[in-house]
């Protein structure tokens, strides 16, 4: 039989490996959990053209991500409905990405929305909140705004805006 002495050694040395143990699998788990990817969007899907039909571009954020594929649906057999693979944001976003979003394509039509994202608030540290520093600025917003309208123009494409998402007051 061990030494009381030892035998207490050897169960904290025991219950502290235990410890470690558990607390790195938990990390484990949860590095694991964030990694497992989601499925992929069904609205970033690449879509086939259809020989003849006139090509869509859909430019806005998660609320056009939302009736992207009933969009599709509806214009079947009419016309070929894309968008990036991605939540485009507010206009600062897309005065930086919209190149890649237009460019070296032919486009008969580009619907696009921003401001909902530009009227979000934030904080100093860069968290979402109530009240705030708005992401950007109404003055920016506006010429954000200009500049995306007079580069898509250059695309020539048919240009529609969606208005922006109402937001209550409160």
């Known amino acids: 039989n061990a030494h009381p002495a030892m035998s207490k050694h050897?169960?904290?040395v025991v219950v502290l490996l235990l410890t470690f143990v558990v607390q790195n699998l938990a990390i484990t788990a949860q590095?694991?959990?964030?990694?497992?990817?989601?499925?992929p969007?069904?609205?970033?899907?690449?879509?086939q053209d259809v020989a003849g039909l006139p090509r869509v571009l859909i430019i806005g954020d998660s609320i056009s991500i939302g009736y992207q594929i009933p969009?599709?649906?509806i214009l079947k057999d009419k016309a070929n409905v894309h968008r990036p693979a991605t939540n485009c944001g507010p206009t600062k976003r897309g005065i930086e990405q919209l190149e890649e979003w237009v460019s070296n394509r032919k486009w008969d039509v580009i619907h696009f929305n921003f401001g909902i994202n530009d009227m979000r608030h934030f904080d100093k540290e860069g968290k979402p909140v109530d009240r705030g520093q708005r992401q950007v600025s109404a003055e920016d917003y506006e010429k954000n705004l200009e500049e995306l309208v007079m580069r898509m123009k250059i695309a020539g494409a048919k240009l529609i805006f969606a208005t922006t998402t109402p937001v209550p007051q409160s």
């Open 41 to 47: 969007n069904p609205a970033y899907a690449p879509v």
């Open 10 to 12: 050897y169960t904290a």
């Open 71 to 73: 969009l599709r649906e």
């Open 31 to 39: 590095e694991t959990k964030a990694k497992a990817k989601r499925p």
